[in-house]
Each structure stands twice: as structure tokens, then as C-alpha cells.
């Protein structure tokens, strides 16, 4: 079992950056890949990062590649969202979820097994 808690979201104009994390509980985080996904009003919710239970492997989706950096800290039981040149389109409610799988590649809501409460990220124009 794995209690997964965001914080880090607000409200940053376009071009600036924000930094998201999330912290779990539970003695087996480590052999939890994680991932970052996101849901804005109306819409479903999208995959935007994930990371192996190493952290050897990252993925992302196309639309955030280049700006946003997954990394995750198995010591401290975090994983970390960077945000960087921030869009008006990056607006929703950021959530980071756990697959038991380990292996990080998994894009698909359904495919993993622990949810965060999510984090809101709100980019001005």
C-alpha cells in the first residue's frame, strides 16, 4: 500500500516554472515506478511523465518533452515534477499515481494502482 500526497502547484505566469512533488508512504516505493499525470476541467486525464523504480528510465508525452524533468529520490520517498517555460495549455490539476510494475513505460490511468489527491497548476497568459 502506498499513500501518495502533491504539493508544489499555484498559480505562475507563461515562460516561468514551477516544481511539483510528491510524497509517499509505505515501505515499498522503491519498487514502484511512478508517474505524473494530469486532467483539466472537461477534459480526460492525460499521462505527462513517468519514471522507473530506478529512476534509470524516464518517459514523457510529446507535448511536454524538452520542458518538463521527472526524478524521483527513493531515500526520501519523493518523486519531482520540474516545470520549466510553462503554458497557458499546461492549466489542470497535476497528479502523481504509482504502478507496481516497476518499470515506468505505462501511460494509460487505468494501469496504475495508486492516486495522489492532485495538485493544481494554473498558467496566466
Known amino acids: 500500500q502506498v499513500q501518495l500526497v502533491e504539493s508544489g502547484g499555484g498559480l505562475v505566469q507563461a515562460g516561468g516554472s514551477l516544481r511539483l512533488s510528491c510524497a509517499a508512504s509505505?515501505?515499498?516505493?522503491?519498487?514502484?515506478?511512478m508517474g505524473w499525470f494530469r486532467q483539466a476541467p472537461g477534459k480526460e486525464r492525460d499521462f505527462v511523465a513517468a519514471i522507473s523504480w530506478s529512476g534509470d528510465r524516464t518517459y514523457y508525452a510529446d507535448s511536454v518533452k524538452g520542458r518538463f524533468t521527472i526524478s524521483r529520490d527513493n531515500a526520501k520517498k519523493t518523486v519531482s515534477l520540474q516545470m520549466n517555460s510553462l503554458k497557458p495549455e499546461d492549466t489542470a490539476v497535476y497528479y502523481c499515481a504509482a504502478d507496481a510494475a516497476g518499470l515506468g513505460y505505462k501511460r494509460a490511468p487505468d494501469e496504475y494502482d495508486y492516486w495522489g489527491q492532485g495538485t493544481q497548476v494554473t498558467v496566466s497568459s
Open positions: 509505505g515501505r515499498t516505493f522503491s519498487s514502484y515506478a
